[in-house]
C-alpha cells in the first residue's frame, strides 16, 4: 500500500494552530521545503511500496524530510524526534499543515524506512538536495566536477612492518661510587 501523501487543505480549525500562521514564511527551511521536489521524492520512494493490506505507511515527505533534517543538522533519531516535537519549523519542512504536540510516528519507524529504501534511492535524497543547492545558486554546477571525499574512517589495507625492539633506557645516579670519580663528559643516560 502506498502512503497516502498530505496535501494543503487550507481550512481552519478552532483548537489547533495553522503552522503557516505561527511561523516567519521567510525562514531557510521554509523557502527549502518550498524549493524541493517532493513529487519527485515521493515517486522514487513510492516504487518501494506493495498495494497489500495491512497500515498504510507514513508521508513520504514526512520520512523524507526528517532524513534531510537528521543529517542536515546531525542529529540521531532520538534528538530528531525530541526537537520535531519542539519546533515548528521541522513539523513544517516535514509537510504538517497544524502544530503537532506529540510524534505522530514512531521513532523505529525511521530505522525502518531507512532499510526498506535502500542505498540507491536514499541517492535520490542527495540527488535532490544538489539540484535545490543549483536551483537556489547555494552552488555553482562547476562546484560539482570534482569530489573530495573523505576517508579518514574507512578501513585501510595497511600492513605495518614489526617495529624493532628497543634497548630500554636507565638513569644512572649522579653521585659517584665509592673512590671513582664521575667525569663532566659521562651521559646521564646508559644503554643496556
Known sequence: ??????????????????????????????????????????????????????????????????????????LSDEVLCERWVENPYYQHFCGEEFFQHRLVFDRSSLTRWRNRMGEERLAALIQESLSVAVRTEAIKPSELSRVIVDTTVQPKNVTFSPVPARKPRVRLPMRPARGRKVSPEAPPYQEL
Open 1 to 74: 500500500m502506498r502512503p497516502r501523501e498530505r496535501s494543503e487543505t487550507g481550512e481552519q480549525d478552532l483548537f489547533r494552530s495553522r503552522l503557516d500562521q505561527i511561523i516567519d514564511m521567510k525562514h531557510p527551511l521554509v523557502t527549502l521545503g518550498r524549493t524541493v521536489d517532493w513529487g519527485f521524492l515521493e515517486q522514487r520512494f513510492g516504487e518501494v511500496y506493495d498495494d497489500d493490506p495491512g497500515r498504510p505507511p507514513l508521508p513520504t515527505r514526512l520520512m523524507a524530510g526528517l532524513s534531510i533534517l537528521k543529517h542536515t543538522y546531525d
